[in-house]
């Protein structure tokens, strides 16, 4: 569980659809991403965002960010849909 004391993080999520194509998504965590990590985004099957439930990526790699206000680029892989019934 993350620290509300921390400071925000933004990253920009890269998304490599199945189709060989990517989409770039912006989002706020107070949490440090590793590779390797498993992330849950609300993103539709092309990588939209959306509310609700969404799907299961895995960051492959981490790029730099030019922009001051982005901490990093995440590259994330398609890993699965997001379980809507978890047990």
Same mark, same amino acid.
């Given at each position: ?7 925000? !993080? ?7 659809? *199945?189709? =060989?194509? +990517? ?14 990590? !498993? ?7 092309? *990588?939209? =965002?959306? +509310? ?36």
């Amino acid at each position: 569980m993350s620290d509300p004391s921390e400071p925000a !993080i933004t990253y920009v999520a890269r998304l490599r659809l *199945g189709d =060989g194509t +990517t989409t770039d998504n912006r989002f706020t965590t107070r949490r440090r991403r590793a590779l390797g990590e !498993i992330v849950n985004l609300p993103t539709t099957h092309d *990588g939209a =965002g959306q +509310t609700g439930a969404g799907y299961i990526w895995r960051i492959s790699s981490m790029e730099k960010s030019d922009d001051p206000l982005i901490d990093a680029i995440l590259i994330l892989d398609f890993e699965q849909p997001m379980s809507v019934n978890r047990k």
